[in-house]
């Protein structure tokens, strides 16, 4: 169901935590955000006044893989999973308010947010606990996917990893290649971890 308009929100969603990344890189590297956006052909966006350049378009594909494996082992390690997902609701009203500009970003972060924030509140947990191991696959899934096309596939693109060559010099497909290879690695160290004996998914 990847390429169907189905699971269009998760692709959304997982894009906006490719942006928020960027901007927590650039914050926590001492720069500025000025602004983000989002538009409904998976493309985003977010320009920052100073910060660390190399963290900050390294950030993009490793924040949100890191973030996937966050809220994934959550879910399967762990029973808190109706705060981290109304926390997680929270975050993307806030950028919303802070950094989003155009109608349709907006009306995305409040849609999405406030339903997070109500499904924590309202539905079990074991309902919780699906919707984050679903968003936290599909946001370490996601990168490798999108490393590829950007950087390896389309290297012509100008991409985060095409910035970086430009910026910290080596080729585009250096840098693409090395962070895919460090997602794979990591997703599956995840998986193993998660989906161990000790895990809270129920064997039959």
Same mark, same amino acid.
């Given at each position: &169901?990847?390429? #169907?308009?189905? =699971? &269009?929100? +998760?692709? +959304? @969603? /997982? /894009?906006? $935590?490719?942006?928020l990344s960027h901007a927590v890189a650039t914050v926590l590297t001492g720069g500025s955000v000025v602004g983000m956006t989002l538009d409904p052909m998976q493309g985003g966006s977010v320009t920052s006044r100073g910060g660390w350049r190399f963290v900050i378009l390294s950030a993009g594909y490793l924040g949100s893989l890191l973030i996937g494996v966050g809220l994934f082992l959550t879910a399967v *390690? #762990? !029973?808190? %999973? *109706? =705060?981290?997902l109304g926390g997680l609701g929270v975050v993307l009203l806030v /950028? #919303? /308010? @802070?950094? +989003? !500009?155009s109608l349709y970003a907006i009306g995305f972060g409040v849609v999405t947010g406030v339903l997070m924030i109500g499904a924590a509140r309202y539905l079990r *947990?074991? $309902?919780?606990? $699906? =919707? @984050?191991? =679903?968003?936290? +696959?599909?946001s370490m899934i996601y990168v490798p996917l999108d490393i590829f096309s950007d950087t390896i596939a389309r290297a012509h693109l !100008?991409? %985060?990893?095409r910035m970086l060559a430009e910026e910290f010099a080596g080729p585009t497909l250096f840098w693409g290649g090395a962070w895919l290879l460090l997602s794979l690695w990591v997703i599956w160290l995840c998986l193993r971890r998660g989906l161990g004996r000790s895990s809270n998914i129920a064997w039959r």
């Open positions: &169901m990847w390429q #169907t308009t189905a =699971v &269009m929100p +998760l692709k +959304l @969603l /997982v /894009v906006f $935590l490719h942006e *390690r #762990t !029973r808190w %999973d *109706r =705060v981290i /950028v #919303t /308010v @802070l950094y +989003l !500009r *947990r074991d $309902l919780n606990d $699906l =919707v @984050l191991r =679903v968003i936290g +696959l599909a !100008r991409s %985060d990893a």
